[in-house]
């Protein structure tokens, strides 16, 4: 039986003399004047032996081979390479699956070499990647050939890195190369889409219009405007034409992914839906203008408050000053002689590119008429009720010093009662005795009730349940005091000497109490509640303005339960009197407050840590199954929606029991860690990645269809079958298998359901074989 040979060189006279030269040797000899031509041929004709040439115009010899070695049915053939280039350029025969490597010298010689591998062919297996080239002896290096391959590895790198996707196309739209970005978008391998109609790829109703933008021909570079991108296998995708100057035959294509821009330009645009919808419907008056005063926007709110319709009112002067960071109250003339009054609030904006302020009205006409009117009810209460007013307050302060009204009430009766008794009694001695014993004993009680009013403390707490130590008051702590007198602070200085191992800073106001809270560590905060430039109440604000959480406790000159207790409610931890500071009383504060800190921070780090423990899978760096199943339920309320697409992939890793039988059980986890870093880098960004358990991950690819998610599932099987794993001195692989269901939104169709189909895939996956996408 005849050999078939089919040999594949842009050089006719090679083409001629091998077709010649073979035919008597009884071969049948199929020709290919390049790559294009030579994959028709292979699409029907299964040679024995293939000879291609490395430098040909379309597909380069080195792709060639690669694609030929795809092709399980091209397996086994005797795959020769023809190269004028070997003194110049390194080739790699493992890397193109080439069973010899001939240098083009001599045609004589050169076919004397062919002979030699066919008749050997049996052997070379053996010798195959030893990169052994034929007849290399007989050529010599080239400077500008090895130049200008140089060159051509520097562009053909830069085009496997650039982040648009480059293809080559025939002047009939035949693909003729892709580089990586492109494949990455593309439903096809590599093998089935070189030389490939590029419009087929696409569904029919876009099949038309691509077939016009790329067979039109044109000068100029075109492109299909980015406000209509076309879909692509659940990509959203522009496409831009560039000429090859002079060569008509050819076109490069740019493939431009803009998925994400374009979602991200509809959330933009329901925002700003959403914002005018707002600023329109908000009740307070809303006035944009320029930077001389000049209206350029006004809500329904402003034409109703300034009584004017907007084509009155934009394009004129605002006729109010404006400064960004203000707040004024200002008067308008609403209608007629109705007079508003108005708080404005001036902020700097862009609008249109340029700097403006926006002004927010809201009309306090009637709160300012009701102040008024409050203001006057309360001068004639306090006119009026002062003695109501001083015993209600004696009432809270008893209530708050843990006394009740009777406690005071019952021997201040008495006192008077025997007030009376002794002014009646003048001429009884003993009884006088008797009445003024019983009013040292009413007096007594009175003294003691308001001495218990006098020494609130504030700070003494109940233990925390479970607490087995309390923060050592004795340690290294650095306080800070704001105090505006030397000689209260050399007091409390004198106080927490005799403590030990207290740093002691000093401010003399908020102003420089907040830069030492900016610029030093400080641990505690010991304030005087009033200073030169505001009171406790406002360095309590500013350190909530600035995030800064030192516990403070407010030390004042006067005691006042009203103050005490707004101070607490704005954030101190405890409040003194000066005439209460003693060793005792300040160990105590200070202990209560530095424990609570400690407390609301072990808290807040709890609560961050079992939030992220709740969704994450601390082994892969992957979401957990409790976070799949929330993200499922979400993602197909949005397909019901929206129709869009939606597939999910469930993936067990194939014997991989054996791993941790084998090497133990650190090895299975370093086996799942790695699985986690190669699902990481092979998942769009849209795509949830999470472990579902054990061995088995599961993946939501929103907008995806089946086909389409067997195709990125292909991808991923083979990145794992070809990745190495190691661990320790020992090296293995490993093999996935994939099972796919589809959801489309139906009624009838539940979560529950979803996740069966896609495990019974997987069933039928690992029945089938294993190693494979069902």
Not at 370 to 396: C, G, P, S, T, W
Not at 660 to 665: F, L
Request: net charge negative.
């Amino acid at each position: 039986m005849k050999k078939k040979l089919l040999v594949i060189d842009d050089d006719p006279v090679v083409l001629r003399y091998i077709d010649l030269l073979f035919s008597k040797e009884g071969y049948q000899v199929v020709k290919a004047e390049h790559g294009l031509v030579a994959l028709d041929i292979l699409k029907t004709y299964t040679p024995d032996v293939i000879l291609v040439d490395m430098v040909m115009p379309n597909i380069s010899g080195k792709k060639l081979c690669q694609l030929i070695r795809e092709r399980e049915r091209l397996k086994d053939v005797c795959l020769i390479i023809l190269s004028a280039t070997v003194a110049e350029e390194k080739i790699d025969l493992h890397e193109l699956g080439a069973d010899a490597c001939i240098a083009k010298g001599p045609y004589e010689e050169t076919a004397q070499h062919i002979f030699a591998v066919i008749d050997q062919q049996d052997a070379i297996p053996s010798q195959r990647f030893e990169g052994k080239i034929l007849g290399i002896e007989n050529v010599y290096p080239r400077r500008v050939t090895k130049e200008l391959l140089g060159v051509k590895k520097h562009f053909e790198r830069i085009l496997e890195e650039i982040s648009e996707g480059i293809l080559e196309l025939t002047h009939d739209g035949r693909v003729l190369y892709a580089n990586p970005a492109a494949l990455s978008l593309i439903p096809m391998f590599e093998g089935e889409f070189i030389g490939s109609h590029f419009a087929a790829i696409f569904g029919p109703e876009e099949q038309e219009r691509i077939e016009k933008l790329v067979n039109a021909g044109a000068d100029e570079p075109k492109a299909n405007p980015e406000d209509t991108p076309i879909r692509l296998n659940g990509y959203l995708v522009t496409l831009q034409i560039l000429p090859m100057g002079g060569d008509k035959s050819k076109t490069v294509l740019i493939l431009r992914d803009v998925t994400d821009q374009k979602l991200f330009e509809q959330r933009i645009q329901k925002n700003e839906a959403q914002l005018a919808e707002l600023i329109n419907k908000n009740v307070d008056a809303i006035v944009i203008a320029d930077r001389e005063g000049e209206v350029q926007f006004v809500n329904p709110a402003a034409t109703d408050l300034f009584a004017r319709k907007r084509g009155r009112f934009v394009g004129k002067q605002f006729g109010f000053p404006l400064m960004g960071g203000t707040s004024t109250e200002i008067e308008v003339l609403s209608s007629g002689e109705d007079v508003r009054i108005a708080d404005m609030l001036v902020t700097e904006v862009k609008w249109e590119g340029k700097k403006a302020y926006l002004a927010s009205l809201r009309d306090i006409t009637e709160r300012k008429e009701m102040e008024e009117d409050l203001r006057m009810a309360n001068r004639k209460i306090l006119d009026q009720q002062k003695a109501v007013i001083d015993e209600e307050r004696l009432k809270v302060l008893l209530q708050m010093a843990g006394a009740t009204a009777h406690e005071i009430n019952q021997p201040l009766t008495a006192l008077l009662g025997d007030l009376d008794l002794l002014k009646l009694s003048s001429d009884n001695p003993e009884k006088q005795a008797k009445y003024i014993s019983q009013l040292k004993i009413a007096g007594r009680k009175i003294a003691n009730t308001v001495k218990n009013i006098s020494h609130i403390h504030y700070y003494e707490t109940k233990p925390y349940a479970g607490v087995t130590s309390i923060i050592n008051i004795y340690q290294d702590l650095n306080i800070l005091s704001v105090e505006g007198s030397d000689a209260d602070f050399e007091s409390i200085e004198a106080f927490l000497q005799k403590m030990g191992r207290m740093k002691l800073a000093r401010a003399k106001d908020i102003a420089g109490a907040l830069r030492a809270l900016e610029t030093a560590k400080t641990d505690l905060v010991m304030l005087e509640h009033k200073l030169p430039d505001g009171n406790g109440l406002d360095f309590m604000e500013k350190m909530h303005e600035k995030n800064i959480e030192t516990p403070v406790i407010v030390i004042t000159g006067y005691g006042s339960e009203i103050i005490a207790s707004r101070l607490i409610k704005a954030g101190a931890y405890d409040y003194l009197t000066k005439d209460m500071l003693n060793l005792e009383t300040i160990s105590a504060s200070i202990t209560n407050a530095l424990e609570k800190i400690r407390l609301k921070r072990d808290v807040g780090l709890a609560r961050e840590k079992m939030a992220e423990m709740a969704t994450m899978d601390q082994l892969t760096g992957l979401y957990n199954r409790r976070y799949f199943m929330e993200a499922l339920e979400r993602d197909m309320a949005r397909v019901k929606r929206h129709g869009i697409g939606l597939a999910i992939s469930m993936m067990d890793l194939d014997y991989f029991k054996g791993i941790n039988d084998t090497y133990g059980h650190s090895a299975g986890d370093m086996v799942l860690s790695e699985i986690g870093k190669i699902l990481k880098k092979w998942a769009r960004q849209v795509d949830l990645v999470c472990r579902y358990g054990g061995e088995e991950f599961v993946v939501i690819m929103p907008d995806t269809g089946l086909e389409g998610g067997k195709i990125a599932c292909e991808r991923l099987r083979k990145m794992v079958g070809e990745h190495p794993f190691e661990y320790e001195a020992s090296q293995f692989q490993m093999t996935i298998s994939i099972g796919i269901a589809e959801y489309s939104g139906s009624e009838d169709q539940l979560l529950p359901d979803l996740i069966k189909r896609a495990d019974a895939a997987l069933y039928r996956a690992k029945n089938e074989g294993r190693n494979r996408v069902i």
